[in-house]
Every structure is written in C-alpha cells, then in structure tokens.
C-alpha cells in the first residue's frame, strides 16, 4: 500500500494556465508538506499543514496556495503559472510536527511539473 | 538561518569500496539529522534518522554519525554495490528540515 501518494506524476501545461497536485497519505499522519525541488535538485520547503492548519509558509508566491480538506489530504494549487514554476514538487507527512517539534516525514514519489 | 552543505558533489567509485559521505550545518540547534536517498526520477527514502541526543544510527551497510558541536553528519557506505547508485541527500530538522545539495554516488561494477 502506497505511504504518501500524489497525482499527477506529471503535469505539462501552458504558461498563464492554473493546475492542481493532489496529495493524499494513509499514515494517520497529523502533519502534511509541500516541498519544490529545482532543476539544480536542490529541496526546499513550501508549506506545512498540521490538523488542516498552516504552520509553515515560506516565500512563496501567493500564486501557490494550499488546500487541506482533511488531515489525510493536502492539495497544492497554482494560479496563473510561469516558466520559472517547472520543478518537480514533493509531498510529504509526518506524525505530530508542528513548528517547534519535528518527526520523521515520509515522502510521496513527486510531480514533475513542465511549464511550456 | 540554517544552511546544509553537502560535499562531495559527486562521488564515482568501483564496486566493493567503502566511502564516506559528508554534511555540515550552520545551526546546532537541531532536534534531529535525517539521510536520504534519491533514485532518478524517483521520491525520497528516508535512510537514517539520528535524534539530537544521539551519536550514531546503523541499518544494514550503513552508518550515519552527527557531531552537533562541530556541525557535521556523515554516512558511511561499506562494501558499496551498483545498486547503491543513487543521489544522498542530508536534512535538518529544526522546525522544518533544511535540505543539502545532494551527492550523486555512482558505484561501478
């Protein structure tokens, strides 16, 4: 059974448009993640989302804005995208979390995103 | 704010060889240090998580050691194989993990 799952796999769309990655975790995990992964492989992260609320929200345009209607679920929505957006994007959970604790976070297998 | 190097860059090495994978942190403060694995086009496995507390974790081949005092974490391969061929990525846990740049190991047969 798959931890950590997301969809698409891969995503190729037209600059200007807006697209959605789902994320979806049977863990019972209590903490979701949204990490960018650059073409010079270097991981970053973007949101993090514990009982549906958000805790970690680095600089990120207001472009990207991410969606939690459950706690197994965190979905990522970008609006109006740009060249620069092509990456390959990472979801991830973990047990508790939160911004002053940190647990093992498992990752999902990546959305490669293809700005054309 | 933290920042997490990972050197080498690249590694190329014969099958057999014992080898030794290097990250350093700028911030001590950490509650844990996690090593990953990355295969091509693939997610991210978690390898080793060594809690702050801790000096050292083994699974199997490997061996991961954090120095919190001098900033350092290593992992050690022993008797590499072709199917260690991979991307090693280090990560920070303070409250979010903060990610090195990765070393690309290939081991030849």
């Known amino acids: 059974d798959t931890a950590v799952s997301q969809t698409p796999k891969y995503l190729v769309t037209q600059m200007g448009n807006d697209k959605s990655i789902k994320c979806e975790q049977n863990l019972g995990h209590d903490t979701m993640y949204w990490y960018k992964q650059d073409s010079k492989k270097f991981l970053k992260i973007m949101f993090s989302?514990?009982?549906?609320?958000?805790?970690i929200n680095e600089t990120v345009p207001n472009r990207f804005s991410p969606k939690s209607p459950d706690k197994a679920h965190l979905n990522l929505h970008i609006n109006s995208l740009e060249l620069g957006d092509s990456a390959v994007y990472f979801c991830?959970?973990?047990?508790?979390?939160?911004?002053?604790?940190?647990?093992?976070?498992?990752f999902g297998p990546g959305t490669r995103l293809t700005v054309l | 704010k933290q920042e997490v190097t990972q050197i080498p860059a690249a590694l190329s090495v014969p099958e057999g060889e014992n080898l030794v994978l290097n990250c350093s942190f700028t911030d001590s403060a950490i509650y844990n240090l996690q090593w990953f694995r990355q295969d091509p086009g693939k997610g991210l496995t978690s390898l080793l998580l060594?809690?702050?507390?801790?000096r050292e974790q083994t699974s199997g081949r490997l061996n991961a050691s954090l120095d919190k005092s001098s900033g350092r974490s290593t992992l050690y391969i022993a008797a590499s194989q072709p199917g260690d061929s991979a991307t090693y990525l280090c990560?920070?846990?303070?409250?979010?993990?903060?990610f090195g740049g990765g070393t690309r190991l290939m081991v030849k047969p």
């Open positions: 991830a959970s973990s047990r508790g979390g939160g911004a002053s604790s940190y647990n093992e976070q498992f």
């Open positions: 990560a920070s846990a303070g409250n979010m993990l903060t």
């Open positions: 060594i809690q702050s507390s801790q």
């Open positions: 989302y514990n009982n549906k609320e958000l805790i």
